[in-house]
């Protein structure tokens, strides 16, 4: 028999496991456009010979973000609720060699998994987190989520947030880890080149990506059209240079700020940690 | 081989090195905070990392990951700590990772008396979390104990690839003793079962041998394993077909069965011609045998049967151990956990003609022979 190689029907498949598809985001979901960008920087760095896509360990918690490691074609975790950078850092203590990511969302990320964050900022601990802020609790059904903004209606806080929500991003830029930014899927380019920057740094690095969720938080805030909800976004979007942490703002009715907002370069806590104990020879690189 | 003068969580620390730990990661708590201090230092001399996570539930889920990228990993913990956990653990159990748990018991519930012993986890310590699974769970009495069943634990864990716990208590772990080490050289190591296959076919949990246990791809080999703390199937993939749940959870649940014979571990104390028997573990076991002793000088046939893998319990020594008895006493700080293990195996092994006894001793320290004496009779039981 002759075997005919199959020609991939997109230029990511070998990225994904295609059998698992159509997956489960609903139309007008921002989810897809963010892991698509990540996988787009993988296969770039990859082909310019910059990264090793089996040593990507591909970690996500629990939630429709969560859902994408399950569609990947990396090494790869769908870990208890909020757990996923407590995972991805046993990853790293265990083998130096390999580049945990960290995909998730806002509920996993910074309300349950907020003390892992915290911490994992704090040290420079050697991983990337990308996470994804739709801010909602989209796949329980649009329940309160720690991002989602002051006085708009939940199905538990039926008569509007009284919360005021957490900025996750500039509560991380207080920790000064080595990378921080926040884009938007209204600015998909942006996503793209923040992502293949931040894979080849060492220490923590921070991404957050404001995401639309029409199907749920849309309805919640009559922006029920995807387009509609876009545009919406795209309105709060204002890209900054801070000078102070407080020029960042998370503020729905009128700016969310995005930009990168650190970019440098300090020994993550792999490398402190080996060569304090004269155990260098055992770090991998990247 | 070197001998030690150590107390137990020493001694686990040195057992954990001998089989092989590359990673450790912890959070403080009493009693065990020693045994995570003695690592800190002596860990990375042998190459090892050593990790301070910012809780317990870090530290579990830390361990998974670590793992699954190759390393033998562990923490130990005490009560609280060790609920924290449990979400984890059952984590660790569903997507099959070895690794090991050292549980000091110290006293319950809640925060109890950080510093005191206690017996009261050892239903949780065979189940922990929601959800159906079975772990292996081993108690050692001694120094030299705690030394051999950290390296039998860590062997447990990869035979049938789950979460071993190590249950010791705040007496025995601070108690000093001569303790044998012996180098990783001179110990039994057990290693993960590796792929046959190329890494197209692999499916990481997918067993086809009669042991249930699937190979086991690290990360980083190229073979793309998922561990799916969902429902899944052979691939990794998520499914809510009833039956693919059933093959799943069934063969988490009786591969540590399946296996029995290279795990379980007991031992008897002039069982073979006694009346009455006593049950016990950890410490309390330490005391009851004094007492049988004691007994034995009085003419009063006692015994003392020691299960030493709690879970898979050794039921075919503990049958034979109470062949000729009449009367069974299990000894324990809780209100009668151990106990309900025990009426469970005499129940399906259809023994009636028995008088079984709970001498649930609910105290923040451990008694001595005269004082488990002295509840006996306080009892009012007539047992010789």
Known sequence: MVVVAQKPLHPL????????????????????????????????????????????????????????????????????????????????????????????????????????????ARRNFDVLVIMANNMTY?????????????????????????????????????????????????????????????????????????????????????????YELYERLKKVVKFRRPQSIDDIKYDWDNEITCGTFIDKDDPGWMETYMKMYGLEDKLGGL | MRQEFLNSNQAVAEGAMSAGLNVYIGYPITPSSDLFEYLSEKLPERGGVVFQAEDEIATINALVGASLSGARTMTATSGPGFSLMAEGVGFAAMVEAPLLIVNVM???????????????????????????????????????????????????????????????????AHTRE????????????????????????????????????????????GYHPIAESLSHDERGYYKTDPRIYRNLVERLVH??????????????????????????????????????????ADGVKAGLFRPISVWPFDD????????????????????????????????????????????????PELPGPDEILEEINSRGWRLW
């Open chain 2, 178 to 221: 001569r303790v044998t080490v012996r180098e990783s050289h001179e110990v039994e190591i057990v290693d993960r079962k590796k792929p046959a296959e190329p890494p197209s076919e692999y499916k990481p949990y997918r067993s086809d041998s009669s042991d249930m246990v699937p190979s086991f791809a690290y990360y980083g080999e």
């Open chain 1, 13 to 120: 498949d070998e990225y994904l496991r295609t059998d698992r598809l159509p997956h489960i985001w609903c139309p007008g979901c921002g989810l897809g456009m963010i892991l698509q960008a990540f996988l787009w920087s993988v296969k770039e760095l990859y082909e310019r010979g910059k990264i090793d896509p089996d040593k990507v360990v591909f970690v996500t918690g629990i939630g429709c973000t969560g859902r994408a490691s399950g569609f990947v074609n990396f090494d790869s975790a769908h870990t208890p609720h909020g757990r996923a950078i407590a995972f991805a850092t046993g990853v790293k203590l265990a083998n130096p060699k390999l580049i945990p990511v960290v995909f998730s969302g806002d509920g996993d990320i910074a309300g349950i998994g907020g003390n892992h964050l915290l911490h994992a």
């Open chain 2, 316 to 363: 075919e020594s503990f049958v034979s151990s109470i062949s000729g008895a009449k009367s069974i006493v299990v000894v324990e700080l809780n209100q009668g956990q151990l106990y309900e293990i025990v009426k469970s195996v005499l129940w399906e092994r259809g023994i009636k003609d028995m008088s079984l006894h709970k001498l649930d001793m609910i105290l």
């Open chain 2, 106 to 172: 110290r006293t319950g519930p809640s925060t109890g008396i950080a510093t005191q012993i206690g017996q009261g986890d050892i239903i949780q310590s065979r189940w922990s979390s929601h959800g159906p699974y079975n772990l292996v769970v081993y108690a050692p009495a001694s120094a030299q104990e705690a030394f051999d069943y950290t390296v039998r634990a860590f062997n447990a864990a990869y035979i049938v690839r789950t979460p071993a716990v190590l249950l010791s208590d705040a007496v025995l």
């Open chain 1, 138 to 226: 989209a796949l329980t059904g649009g329940q309160l989520a720690p991002t989602t903004p002051f006085t708009v209606y939940s199905t538990t806080t039926p008569k509007g947030n009284p919360d005021q929500p957490l900025d996750a991003t500039k509560m991380v830029y207080a920790l000064k880890p080595n990378y921080v930014a926040r884009l938007s899927i209204t600015h998909p380019t942006l996503i793209r080149e923040s992502i293949k920057k931040a894979l080849l740094k060492r220490g923590f690095r921070w991404i957050e990506v404001l995401s639309t969720c029409s199907e749920i938080f849309g309805r919640h805030i009559n922006f029920r059209d995807p």
């Open chain 2, 255 to 296: 591969k540590v069965e399946r296996n029995k014979a290279k795990l379980v571990e007991s031992r008897s104390y002039y069982t073979d011609d006694a009346d009455i028997v006593f049950v016990a573990i950890g410490s309390m076991a330490r005391s009851v045998l004094a007492l049988v002793r004691d007994l034995r």
